[in-house]
């Protein structure tokens, strides 16, 4: 799944004020991406295995080295998950997010 496909469900209103607070520290101040090595380098301070961090890294979708906000937000969804102790996928997250 990708990130268009959820567009209807990730959204600023749908989200912790702490992931617009991230995206706004890290994003770039030219526009309104992240940068895919930024993003890692938050991935690595997550504190998850391996395994964890390259499924995670999987599911962010990025172009030409950069994430949409929707995309960061996704990512970082993914991360709360996996720190929760379970496994981080799309289809995880889109039964959370609709209440599933």
Not at 5 to 21: D, K, L
Not at 56 to 70: N, P, Q, R
Request: net charge positive; glycine share 8%; proline share 3%.
């Amino acid at each position: 799944m990708t990130v268009r496909a959820m567009a209807g469900e990730i959204n600023e209103g749908s989200v912790p004020a702490y992931y617009r607070e991230v995206y706004e520290a890290i994003r770039c101040r030219t526009d309104e991406r992240v940068q895919v090595e930024v993003f890692e380098r938050l991935l690595q301070r997550a504190g998850l295995s391996k395994t964890a961090l390259s499924q995670i890294a999987e599911h962010v979708d990025s172009t030409d080295g950069f994430l949409t906000k929707l995309s960061l937000y996704k990512g970082l969804a993914l991360i709360a998950v996996a720190q929760q102790g379970k496994q981080p996928s799309p289809k995880l997250l889109e039964n959370h997010i609709q209440g599933k």
